[in-house]
């Protein structure tokens, strides 16, 4: 895995790894490797510490999170690692659910998004917004934006080149709730 990672990346392989863009932290957790969040923070989480967001990405959604309990989650083992960042937010998918959905926003002790699907999306039937008959595939992503005091995340289909919902906005910090 190592070499071909390397490869094609310029970087030696890790279970999960720190990036940081523009100011801003994100860790990234490879597919599968959950376990492996809870030993990477106790050794590099001090530098996240504080009111400034940083974005936590795996690909299966921290459990008791986005979605609720109704949607394929990690282990359980992630929650209560981010519980202690309040400045988290967190990024996952696998569920492959929409963004027009209210609960792909979580906010509990740390903040949690699903980030929907470019395909093959799974419309819970019984929804104001499921729209699964009219448009059987669609392209769902969000925009994720920081300014000054607030996260603005800009709710899209790509394919249908519109918006499928209001804006989210979130305070900075991030407003965090028991």
């Known amino acids: 895995m190592s070499g071909i990672w390397r490869s094609c990346f310029g970087e030696e392989y890790s279970p999960v790894t720190l990036k940081s863009v523009?100011?801003?932290?994100?860790?990234?957790?490879?597919?599968?490797?959950?376990?492996?969040?809870a030993g990477w923070y106790e050794r590099n989480g001090a530098r996240l510490k504080g009111k400034k967001p940083f974005f936590h990405v795996q690909h299966r959604h921290p459990k008791g999170t986005c979605f609720g309990g109704d949607v394929a989650c990690d282990a359980g083992t992630v929650t209560p690692v981010l519980s202690a960042y309040a400045n988290c937010f967190a990024i996952s998918g696998h569920s492959h659910r929409p963004l027009s959905e209210e609960t792909a926003l979580w906010q509990g002790a740390f903040t949690s998004m699903g980030a929907a699907t470019l395909q093959k999306?799974?419309?819970p039937l019984g929804y104001e917004n499921s729209r699964?008959?009219?448009?059987?595939?669609?392209?769902?992503?969000?925009i994720i934006e920081v300014c000054g005091s607030s996260i603005r995340i800009e709710r899209l289909d790509f394919a249908l080149q519109e918006r499928v919902g209001s804006d989210w906005r979130l305070s900075l910090p991030l407003e965090t709730h028991p």
């Open 132 to 142: 699964l008959k009219e448009r059987p595939m669609v392209s769902q992503g969000a």
């Open 22 to 37: 523009k100011g801003f932290d994100f860790v990234l957790v490879n597919y599968g490797h959950e376990r492996d969040v």
């Open 121 to 123: 999306p799974l419309f």
